[in-house]
């Protein structure tokens, strides 16, 4: 069979698979019901833009994992780099130790971030652990309680992050009370944030304001080009801190290494992970030398810039600083484009936004927005083969490995349409594409399905 990451999708039979089914099976009897899952896809492996289940079915990643492997599933570079790491160190707590990929990196990231002067670097292990340190840290430089958020936000899970989060009520319901002193602002829209600073929210009590340079979970929005500038000079009118989230944004996703740089703007203090190390758990802060002086102990991660990870970032950013950060351009200037002319031959699609490879598709109905409908494009592609994901309130997210060629762009639009066209005819129906046995498998078929090598 063709290599992997050379092969185009390919659907064996109904899916899910009896070997993917079977597993789901065991999922659902072990697993936290509080994970999202899309679609049933059982992952066996992956390379590049590719991915293959257990029933050897083969698919187009444009998820790249949530816009995490960057530079491609298993890019060789990348294992190389992890296989060498592993072999010399794989954990001394870079908090307590030192250890030279962790500081490599650290200099590394201090010299890509925008803005002038010298920068430093806190590591953590994931993208909502990179915004509570920030969190912690503006409060802890200001000396002031308050922040500032965006409705439609998505800053992560745990209670910081969630508290600044704005994207959707499941993510708050139930778990209340949240962190205090929080507020909320219309994304794009200035006078909304002056608005706040003249009535409940006094300029000089407010920390910090967090801000996506473009939403990523509540739709892929794009701000007005005056946003991000107004925001900075609002800052630096009244001494708050700005602090960029760049989780998903980063790490050359839109064609810049950072989305700020579309608006040269730079952030005093800027959030990372997702693609930083290609799949593995690695997150950032990176904060003005001056903004970063909190004490020894104050704060700290036992993970946290583990060394593996950190070899496995450095690889993978010298991977997008060479070749995918100009791919990205490149490929989502393809995809949009692609994207954008077959609108006028579906109505469902209402507008096409984005930069380099973050695009979202909003699907509309009636001039309304369409989640149901939305989801049944997604499904659709899933099952031709092409993996998307869902984002805002109706929107298709394209988020694909930066690595995507010219040929994959053109099979994902191809895909992508005939899923539009199935929902369109009528012939798009959830319930049955999943077969009886999704989550109902007896023990007797997930035996038999499930070999021990996988």
């Not at 789901?24 to 697993?31: F, G, N, Q, S, T």
């Not at 892929?220 to 500038?229: A, D």
């Not at 991977?319 to 949009?336: D, I, P, S």
């Not at 579906?346 to 909003?362: F, N, Q």
Request: proline share 7%; aromatic share 6%.
């Amino acid at each position: 069979m063709t290599a992997l990451h050379r092969d185009q999708p390919r659907i064996n039979g109904r899916l899910p698979g009896v070997r993917a089914s079977a597993w789901l099976a065991r999922d659902d009897r072990v697993m936290s019901p509080s994970y999202t899952r899309v679609y049933p896809l059982v992952v066996r492996r992956a390379r590049g833009a590719m991915i293959e289940d257990l029933d050897g079915n083969r698919f187009l990643d444009f998820t790249a994992g949530i816009a995490v492997t960057a530079a491609g599933h298993c890019h060789p570079r990348v294992v190389a780099a992890i296989r060498k790491q592993a072999g010399r160190l794989i954990h001394m707590s870079g908090t307590d130790f030192y250890y030279t990929p962790q500081i490599r990196l650290a200099e590394r990231l201090a010299r890509l971030a925008p803005g002038p002067g010298a920068k430093r670097v806190f590591f953590t292990n994931s993208g909502a652990e990179a915004v509570e340190a920030a969190f912690k840290l503006a409060r802890r430089h200001t000396g002031r309680l308050r922040a500032l958020a965006f409705l439609n936000a998505f800053h992560g899970r745990t209670y910081g992050a969630m508290s600044l989060s704005g994207s959707k009520p499941m993510q708050r319901r139930g778990f209340a009370p949240l962190v205090p002193e929080i507020h909320h602002a219309r994304f794009g829209d200035l006078e909304s944030v002056r608005a706040l600073l003249r009535s409940v929210c006094p300029p000089d009590e407010l920390a910090a304001i967090f801000v996506e340079p473009i939403q990523g979970e509540g739709g892929y929005l794009v701000p007005p080009p005056e946003f991000l500038p107004g925001l900075r000079q609002i800052c630096d009118e009244h001494g708050i801190l700005l602090v960029l989230d760049e989780v998903q944004t980063g790490i050359g996703r839109t064609g810049r290494m950072f989305a700020s740089e579309h608006w040269n703007v730079a952030g005093d203090i800027v959030c990372l992970a997702k693609g930083i190390a290609n799949g593995l758990p690695l997150g950032a802060i990176i904060a003005r030398d001056e903004v970063m002086d909190w004490p020894s102990g104050s704060h700290a991660s036992t993970f946290g810039g583990n060394p593996v990870a950190c070899a496995a970032a450095l690889a993978t950013l010298g991977l997008v600083e060479r070749r995918y950060r100009a791919n990205a351009v490149r490929r989502g200037g393809e995809l949009r484009e692609g994207l954008i002319a077959m609108a006028p031959r579906h109505s469902m699609i209402h507008e096409v936004r984005g930069l380099g490879l973050m695009i979202g598709v909003e699907i509309q109905a009636d001039g309304s927005p369409a989640p149901a409908l939305r989801d049944l494009v997604v499904d659709q592609a899933f099952q031709r083969g092409l993996l998307l994901l869902p984002c805002g309130p109706s929107t298709v997210r394209f988020s694909p490995p930066l690595c995507l060629t010219g040929r994959q762009v053109q099979t994902g639009l191809s895909l992508f349409e005939a899923a539009l066209g199935a929902v369109e005819e009528g012939h798009a129906n959830p319930a049955s594409s999943v077969p009886s046995t999704f989550g109902n498998t007896t023990d007797e078929s997930v035996d038999n399905a499930c070999p021990a090598d996988l």
